[in-house]
Each structure stands twice: as structure tokens, then as C-alpha cells.
């Protein structure tokens, strides 16, 4: 299994430009989330999603849309990109009811830098 | 939206020896889970540790274990026999309730040095 999968690695962008992070599981997730990581913040929650067709804000919702129109994808767009929102993107999934052994499971990061 | 300190955003352990990272939480709920991850420089997240708060058992894994003071809403990570692939940055996170889609609230994170 690939897990999380989230594309791309790395990407640069100007000011004012548009771009779509996406974020794919293959492990049949109900939950899925993204998070944005600065230095001294931790990670905060940007949107997530409770299943296929729906999305809520999280912390740090703007600037940012999202969208779930098929259950294994999700995918993060930045509009008009600011260079408040560089940082490093992290997606990750969970199955519907956290039980004992469930955990989250995390995409390996987008970094992405706006100048 | 329960909120997680950890306030030591930097500490050094030498190799073999034990370290012990702090965190605290804030919520109202009694049943609840609490975990460390560990992102060494790959930026990889890996899951150290977990602990639910039903259980008064503190979690154990290896070299890795916690002290779990629920009345206190402490949940602080001990780190023994310290390895250099122990440094890494270490977050605690509290993993919030339905109306946050059971999100995970994350500190703000320690960073681990290890010197031999």
C-alpha cells in the first residue's frame, strides 16, 4: 500500500499566483485533514474532512479551500498565494472510529514557498 | 479548541542517558486520547506513543514511556537509554472530539539534541 501520497514535494510560487495541493489515500480513510507546519508553531489544522462530499474548517482555514469530491482524494487550493502561507503542508487520514490500534496516518509533506 | 503546551522548545540528552520532555494539556472531556510523534530531519511524522485516558496504566514502548497525570493534565515522555537516532523534533498531541472531525491538536514541539 502507498498510504498518503501527496503531490507535489516541493513547489515555488509568486505572489498572487494559484495552485492545488493534492493528497490521496488508498487505504479506503473516512477522515482526512490538512495541516500547515511553521518553525515554533507545531502543526495546525487548516481543513479536514469527515467523508466523501464534505469538508469544515480547521485553525488556520484562510487563504485556503478545499475540496472531497471523491472519497480517496483531497485537495488543498491556495487561490491567490501570500508569503505568509509558506510553510511545510501535511496531509493525513484516519479511519472512521479511532479504535485501539488506529492512528493517523501522515503524507511525507509539501514545502512550499511564495515570494 | 483544547490547547497543548510544551515548554521547553529545546533540550540535550547525552547518548545512554534519560530524558524526559514535558507537555500539558487543557480540556474539559474525561475520556480522551494523548500522543508523542517524533519528525526527525526527514520531516517524516512517526507515531512514539500512546495513551488513553481511561487507562491509569502509563504507556510504554520500548525506551519510550510516559507520565500520565491526568489531574494535572500532564502527559510528559521519557526517553531512556537515549540513542543519536533519538534526535528528532518531538510534538505531544491531544486528539480532539467529533466536532473537530477527532483532529489532533498538536504543541508547539521540543527539539531533541543528542551529543555523544
Known amino acids: 500500500n502507498a498510504g498518503v501520497t501527496q503531490t507535489p514535494k516541493f513547489r515555488v510560487l509568486k505572489t498572487g499566483q494559484s495552485m492545488t495541493l493534492l493528497c490521496a489515500q488508498d487505504m479506503n480513510h473516512e477522515y482526512m485533514y490538512w495541516y500547515r507546519q511553521d518553525p515554533g508553531m507545531g502543526l495546525r489544522l487548516i481543513h479536514y474532512?469527515?467523508?466523501?462530499?464534505?469538508?469544515a474548517k480547521g485553525e488556520v482555514p484562510d487563504g485556503y479551500n478545499v475540496s472531497r469530491l471523491k472519497k480517496q482524494n483531497f485537495l488543498l487550493g491556495l487561490e491567490s498565494a501570500a508569503p505568509s502561507q509558506t510553510s511545510v503542508y501535511f496531509c493525513?487520514?484516519?479511519?472512521?472510529?479511532?479504535?485501539?490500534?488506529?492512528?493517523?496516518?501522515f503524507g511525507s509533506g509539501t514545502q512550499l514557498s511564495v515570494l | 479548541a483544547q490547547t497543548v503546551t510544551q515548554s521547553q522548545p529545546e533540550m540535550s540528552v547525552q547518548e545512554a542517558e534519560t530524558v524526559t520532555l514535558s507537555c500539558t494539556y487543557d480540556?474539559?472531556?474525561?475520556?480522551?486520547?494523548l500522543f508523542w510523534y517524533k519528525q526527525p530531519p526527514s520531516r517524516q511524522m512517526i507515531l512514539v506513543i500512546r495513551q488513553e485516558a481511561y487507562k491509569q496504566q502509563n504507556a510504554t514502548e520500548n525506551r519510550f514511556s510516559v507520565n500520565f497525570q491526568k489531574a494535572a493534565k500532564s502527559f510528559s515522555l521519557k526517553i531512556s537509554d537515549s540513542q543519536l537516532g533519538d534526535a528528532a523534533m518531538y510534538f505531544c498531541a491531544y486528539r480532539g472530539d467529533s466536532n473537530s472531525g477527532y483532529a489532533l491538536n498538536f504543541g508547539k514541539g521540543t527539539s531533541l539534541l543528542v551529543t555523544p
Open positions: 493525513a487520514s484516519s479511519a472512521t472510529q479511532w479504535r485501539y490500534n488506529e492512528k493517523l496516518f
Open positions: 480540556t474539559s472531556e474525561s475520556d480522551y486520547y
Open positions: 474532512s469527515v467523508g466523501e462530499g464534505t469538508t
